[in-house]
C-alpha cells in the first residue's frame, strides 16, 4: 500500500547540519568553518535536535561577498598600503 501524497510539494525550512552544507554549496567542514566565524547562521535547538533555518540561511548566504566584491576591496586594501 502506498503512502498517502502530500500535494503540496515545498522545500522544509529547518535543515540537519549536512543538509544546510549542501544547501549552501560546501562541505560540512566549510560549513562548520562559516558558523564559526558567524558568516552563517547559528543553528535552533528544538529539543534534541539542531536545526538550520534555510531562510536565516539564505539572508546570510546572500550577504556573502562575491568574488567581484572581494576583488575591489583587495584592490582597496592594496593600494592603501602604497
Known amino acids: 500500500m502506498m503512502g498517502k501524497h502530500d500535494a503540496i510539494a515545498y522545500p ?6 549536512e543538509e544546510a552544507a549542501r544547501y549552501i554549496g560546501v562541505g560540512t567542514t566549510k ?33 556573502l561577498p562575491s568574488e567581484d566584491e572581494e576583488n575591489i576591496v583587495d584592490r582597496i586594501l592594496s593600494s592603501v598600503g602604497r
Open 12 to 17: 522544509p525550512r529547518g535543515l540537519c547540519r
Open 31 to 63: 560549513f562548520d568553518e562559516l558558523v564559526s566565524t558567524r558568516k552563517m547562521p547559528k543553528p535552533k535547538r528544538i529539543d534534541g535536535r539542531v536545526v538550520w533555518d534555510r531562510i536565516a540561511l539564505d539572508a546570510a548566504f546572500s550577504d
